[in-house]
């Protein structure tokens, strides 16, 4: 489990477990996601829960996973643009972190 500041000022804060950053991974979430000006603000944090949105609603099969990462973080009452700045830093940095032949893209 790790967990990310949620704000600036460090009072608040959000568990992000494994499995999130794995499904992160499986769908691909961040890639594409952040435009050219490279700034993080609450327009890519929408964008980003509209993307999973229709990946739930083009699911045929069970997206559980997709459900409980909404639940669990992008969807979170304390998730706003700080935060998701803050979850792409833990992305990196736990990828980085993967062996190659588990990074499946």
């Given at each position: 489990?790790?967990?990310?500041?949620?704000?600036?000022?460090?009072?608040?804060?959000?568990?992000?477990?494994?499995?999130?950053?794995?499904?992160?991974?499986?769908?691909?979430?961040?890639?594409?996601?952040?435009?050219?000006?490279?700034?993080?603000?609450?327009?890519?944090?929408?964008?980003?829960?509209?993307?999973?949105?229709?990946?739930?609603?083009?699911?045929?099969?069970d997206?559980?996973?997709?459900?409980?990462?909404?639940?669990?973080?992008?969807?979170?009452?304390?998730?706003?643009?700080?935060?998701?700045?803050?979850?792409?830093?833990?992305?990196?940095?736990?990828?980085?972190?993967?062996?190659?032949?588990?990074v499946?893209?």
């Amino acid at each position: 489990m790790y967990t990310i500041q949620a704000n600036p000022s460090g009072t608040r804060k959000m568990e992000v477990s494994e499995e999130n950053l794995m499904t992160i991974r499986k769908y691909s979430l961040f890639q594409h996601l952040i435009d050219s000006n490279g700034i993080i603000d609450e327009t890519v944090l929408d964008k980003l829960k509209l993307n999973i949105r229709s990946l739930i609603a083009a699911q045929v099969e069970d997206s559980k996973d997709l459900l409980d990462l909404c639940i669990d973080v992008i969807y979170h009452n304390n998730m706003k643009a700080f935060g998701l700045q803050q979850l792409i830093q833990l992305y990196l940095k736990w990828m980085a972190e993967q062996p190659e032949e588990t990074v499946e893209e």
